[in-house]
């Protein structure tokens, strides 16, 4: 891409930032992990500080030039994918832990922090954070903010916001604004909601389409004395849906630091591979996973809990799937759609999605009907169990070279399906984008939002349909 009288002119407003420009150097940052096609940025520059932040986003805006933020670029929905080309700033340098306040049960972070350096620190004082997310230790705070993480810790939390106690960002204009308790001089982060309205929770989720993180202030928790996990298996996908109702009902879920369902083709795939041999009319209609942390007597107690109410569903310990799968991709932290790379082709186009529990067997339904509309991929599915819902993964499994047309198509027919089985976009990026759009009001009063922080759409332009 050639460089525009713009570009040029930023580039020397950026000198001593010392941008990239030249197209090899700019390769890493065309696309992230998912299925979306890649972008071509002109220029990247990385960031070490939230100074740094403020100078980049004001230069760029001078010469409006569209900016896209860039962590770890392990996630899976495209919104680090620069289709509109200008700018991207990586935060990857932006590694520092700002604060760490344990009377107040606050840790403070840069957004470009990778969780495994930030757990491995916060280890040495016997305390970690609500959520780590399932891209696991290579993913960064910012990251999973931006985009609604989920994994270890939502059974007991949610996601990745029910765990920020404030934020500082900023805005297209260079201002910087700090969220809850913090945006009162001198208080600090020890409150989300306090004076006013949320504003945290606009940037949450937000993909960079309304500023640009520099500090997250999470809730600290301490770490489990032990963890044990174990697999239940049921006849069919509607009895697991019913026995997750009650057991989010019942609040059994206090002491489960991860949980995770997996529907037949998923579940029969990882077995036979690691036995072959094993007897295929034992294989449960659907299984689900528990990790389990806390003081050994309790975690003996919440087990036999959730054996027995699963016996009320028809369901019964399935063994054979946690040591096949579930207990390697808990205890080495071979995350699940890294992990499922056994029976991968090239790549693995990840859709996700949320649902509640009652229709669990919908979702399955629905990945059994794209395996029969599109047989030239293999198809799986996983859910991970939050406090409350369900958040599910729709993986097709793809050879990058040759079915690149075909898996585009694919992944836009599952979207619909998806839909159709009463599930709602999750992660939206660019692949829910369009959905988003078509959401009405909501959509609308995002445009408004847009307009308002952001007049000229210059950050992240295409995330969330904006």
């Known amino acids: 891409m050639t460089a525009t009288p713009a570009i040029t002119s930023l580039v020397s407003a950026l000198g001593a930032l010392e941008p990239f420009a030249d197209p090899i150097d700019l390769l890493n940052y065309r696309r992230d992990c998912s299925m979306v096609a890649a972008g071509q940025a002109q220029l990247a520059v990385q960031a070490a500080s939230a100074e740094d932040i403020v100078s980049i986003v004001q230069a760029a805006a001078a010469h409006d030039t ?12 495209g919104g680090a994918n620069p289709h509109a080309g200008g700018l991207v700033i990586d935060v990857s340098r932006m590694t520092r832990v700002l604060e760490l306040d344990l009377a107040r049960g606050v840790v403070v972070v840069e957004p470009g922090i990778r969780f495994s350096d930030l757990t491995a620190q916060l280890a040495a004082h016997g305390q970690t954070v609500g959520i780590v997310p399932s891209t696991g230790p290579a993913a ?3 990251g999973a903010l931006s985009s609604h993480a989920l994994g270890t810790g939502s059974a007991r939390h949610q996601s990745m916001g029910d765990c920020v106690a404030g934020l500082e960002v900023v805005l297209v204009d260079g201002t910087r604004l700090r969220t809850g308790s913090a945006a009162c001089r001198d208080a600090g982060f020890f409150q989300r909601y306090c004076m006013g309205p949320d504003l945290t929770g606009l940037f949450i989720g937000a993909d960079a389409t309304l500023g640009v993180v520099t500090a997250v202030a999470l809730w600290l928790y301490p770490l489990p004395a032990a963890r044990s996990t174990f697999c239940l298996g049921f006849p069919e996908p509607a009895a697991a849906g019913r026995f997750l109702v009650d057991v989010q009902a019942r609040e059994l879920t206090r002491q489960v630091w991860y ?55 028809g369901g019964a310990a399935f063994a054979a799937f946690d040591t096949a799968y579930f207990n390697k991709l808990r205890l080495t932290e071979n995350y699940w759609y890294s992990f499922a790379g056994y029976f991968s082709r090239s790549r693995c186009a990840i859709l996700m999605t949320s649902l509640p529990c009652d229709r669990l067997a919908d979702l399955c339904a629905a990945v059994d009907a794209l395996r029969a509309r599109w047989p030239a991929f293999v198809w799986g599915a996983a ?84």
């Open 259 to 313: 949980a995770a369902g997996y529907e037949a083709g998923t579940v029969r795939a990882r077995v036979l591979a690691a036995q072959p041999e094993f007897d295929v009319s034992r294989l449960p209609g659907y299984c689900i996973g528990f990790d389990i942390g806390g003081e050994r007597d309790d975690i003996a107690r919440d087990e036999a809990r959730l054996a027995a109410l699963a016996s009320e569903h």
């Open 66 to 77: 569209p900016m896209y933020v860039r962590g770890g670029g392990t996630m899976y929905a």
């Open 383 to 466: 859910t991970v169990v939050c406090r409350r819902g369900l958040h599910g993964g729709v993986m097709a499994f793809y050879d990058e070279r040759s079915e690149w047309p075909a898996i585009e198509q694919a992944i836009e027919d599952a979207t619909q399906v998806l839909r159709g089985a009463g599930c709602v976009p999750y992660k939206s990026g660019k692949l829910w984008a369009q959905e988003v759009k078509a959401s009405g009001a909501y959509h609308q009063v995002l445009r408004r939002l847009k307009r308002e922080l952001d007049p000229k759409g210059l950050l992240s332009p295409g995330n969330l349909g904006l």
């Open 140 to 142: 960064t705070v910012g």
